[in-house]
């Protein structure tokens, strides 16, 4: 698992174990998503991983792109400056290792820079046993900004990670290259060599 740098996984695939997520502690990594809505209102859980102890939630809220990671009940929080629009956006968050257990994270809707915070504690090994939702929540929820069985109300094509090939600090994230996520028969997730 921890020689793939390219993971693809489409909206209904069921909760994913804890020991088989892509794995981004401690790493520079990439979190992409393809997202349709039509009405401003519409948002929620894009994908989360780990629970009320610890994890990260990407969703959207009032509008907004949201990355909140929750350091063992301490929680950083970036929120993207300008409201989304509406229609088929991409929607990513980027974060930058910069020390053990440190990095910068940015913020990306349509490739233009939509934000940026400094994340100073990351876990180094590990976010729990709830597992990895995309386009839901289903467990005790990272957040408290959002409620437990929260849904993404919008269109979820696809959620695509990218991580960097190793935990040393600039070392660059894998590009996205010519792969382009594509649906699965039937399965809910691809893994991108």
Do not use: W
Request: hydrophobic residues 40%.
């Amino acid at each position: 698992m921890r020689d793939r740098l390219d993971f693809t996984y489409l909206a209904g695939v069921p909760t994913i174990s804890g020991a088989a997520v892509p794995p981004t502690m401690n790493r520079s990594h990439a979190i992409t998503a393809r997202v349709h809505r039509t009405d401003a209102a519409q948002g929620g859980v894009i994908v989360v991983l780990g629970n009320v102890s610890g994890g990260y939630v990407l969703h959207i809220k009032d509008n907004h792109l949201v990355y909140e990671y929750n350091h063992l009940g301490t929680h950083y929080v970036l929120r993207s400056e300008g409201e989304l629009p509406l229609g088929p956006v991409e929607l990513t968050f980027e974060l930058t290792k910069t020390a053990d257990c440190q990095g910068t994270g940015r913020l990306y809707v349509d490739g233009e820079a939509a934000g940026e915070a400094l994340f100073p504690r990351l876990l180094p090994f590990f976010h729990g046993f709830a597992g990895m939702d995309v386009g839901r929540s289903i467990h005790s929820p990272v957040s408290s900004s959002y409620p437990a069985r929260h849904e993404f109300s919008g269109e979820l094509e696809y959620v695509r990670f990218r991580l960097a090939a190793s935990e040393e600090v600039g070392e660059p994230i894998a590009p996205a290259g010519d792969v382009a996520p594509r649906p699965s028969a039937g399965v809910g997730f691809e893994v991108v060599d």
